[in-house]
């Protein structure tokens, strides 16, 4: 009895096969396929499937031929539908695989179904390789038969495509971020870019954000802390690789001055500033100037939905100034710079005759650019830095709202009532003896200068 020609495909089980057309004419199929999405390293078996047999087929003998650069052999089974693995032979040499397996006696054998499955590991990265294991001819003729012995025909078809995939990562994870909230809010706009990922056949991957605080969004607003992005990220043979970043935003804003001394100074160096805001709230930052000139600072300020002012002053040197505020971008500004005056040795934005007390005591050498008294920053407390409370006598500074609110600059003030209020160093300035710190003592110091020895304040 004549057969006519029919297919043979190759068959994975548990892999995806793509099926090669079948002639219309054909008694049979054998399937070899597999389709597999696995990590470089690991094993994935090769199913091969009969279909359409002419006859009952009962038992098969079959060689396949693989590509030893690129998987290696584990081994070979009986499949689903013919369990029994009569024999097996391995020609490494030639990279060959050929077996022989057949139903359990007695049956009536099938027309489809699964007859064989072959393991194999992949060696290297391989990206839909349709090579590493096909059909070939072996020693011996491929054939399937049925229960008569006679040779069923067939046509036979590969399907193999190999897939396996090489360590996976993310590439560009972004760097953890540190900023101050924006002017204005209790949070801060940050642009993140999400890091790729791209499987070792050149496919990009699609990465996952998820965000601590639960926006859905990269572009959301930050809000004051610690936030947490973490990034994820599967390959088709289920590997994920994952990484993070943490966005902080501190607990202040930054509100942009530039502070410059009035006057002639000599020195330079950095000493604190004393900012009061529209909210009364202070802050003090440390300006570095050159010999007048200050740094232009971005301030830390307190978290607030919006300052309209700041007064600045050094405490213990200047009147304050004040300027209006507004937002530019995501920072306060102060509307112009401040020029801030000498004079004041106290603190109570005012310069008058206990300004004068205090630059008397404080008379003399060894000073630094931060010394009470020292108006002009060098390293002297002299007639020098007596002009700065003469320009300015009896001035009072500005304020925000109540920021630095004092009394009326004093011309007259009793040595007995600056010891109740703890000043009684500043009774040096009482240079008449009178028992009073007054605009005689500024006079009688125009005259004749501070005595060496000083006189009685009794």
């Not at 011996?140 to 069923?152: H, L, V």
């Not at 010394?371 to 002297?380: G, H, I, P, T, V």
């Amino acid at each position: 009895m004549s057969h006519r020609p029919s297919r043979f495909t190759l068959g994975a089980g548990a892999l995806v096969a793509l099926v090669a057309a079948v002639p219309a004419l054909a008694d049979g199929n054998l399937v070899v396929s597999a389709s597999p999405s696995i990590t470089t390293g690991s094993n994935f078996t090769v199913s091969v499937d009969l279909s359409a047999m002419s006859a009952s087929a009962v038992g098969a003998q079959l060689s396949l031929a693989y590509d030893a650069s690129e998987v290696e052999f584990v081994g070979v089974a009986g499949g689903d539908d013919f369990p029994v693995l009569i024999y097996s032979s391995h020609d490494a040499a030639n990279d060959r695989v050929g077996f022989a397996t057949g139903v359990n006696a007695p049956s009536t054998g099938i027309s489809a179904g699964n007859i064989a499955k072959v393991t194999f590991k992949a060696l290297v990265n391989l990206c839909a390789d349709s090579d590493a294991v096909s059909l070939t001819t072996g020693a011996f003729p491929n054939k399937i038969a049925d229960s008569n012995g006679a040779t069923i025909s067939f046509t036979g078809s590969n399907s193999v495509s190999v897939s396996s995939y090489g360590a996976f990562a993310l590439a560009g994870i972004p760097a953890g971020v540190t900023v101050p909230a924006d002017a204005g809010f209790a949070s801060a706009a940050v642009s993140i870019t999400a890091p790729t990922a791209t499987d070792s056949c050149g496919a990009a991957a699609t990465v996952n954000f998820l965000r601590s605080d639960g926006a859905a969004s990269l572009s959301a607003p930050y809000p004051v802390g610690s936030t947490t992005i973490s990034w994820s990220s599967t390959d088709p043979a289920g590997q994920s690789a994952t990484g993070s970043t943490v966005v902080v935003v501190e607990n202040h804003q930054l509100l942009t001055m530039d502070i410059d001394l009035a006057g002639s100074i000599s020195g330079s160096g950095s000493t604190a500033i004393r900012v009061k805001l529209s909210d009364n709230s202070i802050v003090n930052p440390v300006i570095t100037f050159t010999a007048g000139d200050g740094a232009v600072a971005d301030v830390q300020v307190p978290v607030s939905a919006g300052y309209t002012c700041a007064a600045a002053a050094d405490a213990s040197h200047t009147l304050a100034q004040s300027r209006a505020v507004s937002i530019v971008g995501t920072k306060y500004e102060a509307a112009s710079s401040y020029s801030l005056v000498g004079g004041d040795s106290t603190g109570d934005n005012l310069i008058d005759v206990v300004d004068f007390g205090a630059y008397v005591g404080d008379f003399g050498a060894g000073k630094n650019f931060d010394s009470r008294s020292n108006f002009n920053r060098d390293n002297l407390v002299n007639n020098a830095d007596f002009g700065f409370i003469g320009i300015g006598f009896l001035s009072s500074g500005e304020s925000c709202g109540s920021a630095f609110a004092g009394g009326s600059p004093r011309t007259r003030v009793s040595v007995r009532e600056l010891r109740r209020a703890g000043m009684g160093d500043l009774a040096a300035g009482d240079l008449t003896g009178d028992g009073w710190l007054d605009t005689r003592d500024i006079a009688y110091y125009l005259e004749n200068g501070i005595p060496q020895a000083g006189l009685s304040n009794e």
